[in-house]
């Protein structure tokens, strides 16, 4: 065999490595669904999953799993999330990117990555600590509302500050694909700095913009503990940001293993875990088509 026809078989051959270990790991996240399916059978197959998905009332002993109450607060502690974090976060980016002096910027950026290290269960404790009397003694009495603190107001407000990092790293990466040469030419013809980000950076980065924001909203969305220390856990339908609520994440870390005796309590846990799965495989989806329109416009 000549030399040449080695660099073939061994580019053949990395290449087939490669696909292979990419099938790998998509068979995996496809073992995960199909695993959680199987082992929520029991449920769905004695009450259709529709029934199960908008049906408010949970009673266990009675056999009702309505996971209304539980999907509905899940989405409005993401949703106050990505509200309180995105403004904060995109300000932040574009000072960053734009504005800060390198000797700024080789500071911001370490504590960034710092914030991006602190474990979720310490998020919780400071939530319990601060955001808590914050909400229940501040907030809620201004807005007329009556809240021990332990509310879905809480639980965006800690996870707004947790997606931070997340939020900052991407968008700076968005911006710095922006090509120099269009922020040259808007200066060049008179713009002044602010101009050029709103109608040059922004403009250009939108895409980026919206494909961070869903992945940290499927990031928010899948968070345990810190949600189950501050968002109070009762199963009801939240009528204002004020009240309690119970996610989904909450419900599988506080009940798996304790409730198992009563029938059909694990394959309900293993159904809130699959439409958990399900939700963040459709937030990663639409982020992951969102960067593919931009790739493809960049190159168009």
């Not at 065999?1 to 496809?30: E, H, T």
Request: proline share 5%; aromatic share 12%; with cysteine.
């Amino acid at each position: 065999m000549s030399y040449k026809q080695i660099r073939l078989w061994k580019d053949r051959w990395s290449a087939n490595l490669f696909l292979w270990l990419c099938l790998f790991f998509i068979f995996i996240v496809v073992l995960i669904g199909v695993g959680l399916l199987i082992k929520s059978a029991p449920i769905w197959k004695e009450q259709s999953i529709v029934h199960l998905i908008f049906s408010k009332e949970w009673k266990p002993f009675q056999g009702k799993f309505g996971f209304l109450a539980y999907i509905s607060g899940s989405l409005l502690v993401t949703f106050l999330a990505v509200i309180i974090g995105l403004p904060i976060s995109l300000m932040s980016a574009v000072y960053i990117s734009e504005y800060a002096p390198g000797r700024v910027r080789s500071i911001l950026l370490p504590l960034i990555d710092l914030l991006s290290g602190i474990p979720p269960i310490v998020y919780g404790v400071w939530g319990v600590l601060t955001i808590v009397p914050l909400v229940g003694q501040v907030l809620a009495p201004r807005f007329g509302a009556v809240s021990s603190g332990y509310s879905a107001l809480t639980g965006g407000i800690v996870l707004a500050v947790m997606i931070f990092p997340l939020l900052i790293r991407i968008l700076l990466d968005v911006f710095e694909a922006v090509p120099a040469g269009l922020k040259d030419a808007s200066l060049s013809l008179g713009a002044n700095q602010w101009e050029t980000v709103k109608h040059v950076l922004l403009k250009r980065s939108a895409p980026g913009i919206i494909a961070a924001t869903i992945l940290a909203l499927s990031r928010a969305l899948g968070e345990t503990i810190a949600v189950l220390m501050v968002c109070g856990n009762i199963a009801v339908l939240p009528r204002s940001i004020f009240d309690s609520v119970y996610p989904l994440p909450a419900l599988i870390a506080n009940n798996y293993g304790d409730m198992l005796s009563i029938p059909q309590y694990d394959a309900a846990l293993m159904l809130a875990a699959f439409i958990l799965f399900v939700l963040i495989f459709l937030c990663n989806a639409l982020s992951r088509m969102v960067l593919n329109r931009l790739e493809r416009r960049d190159y168009a």
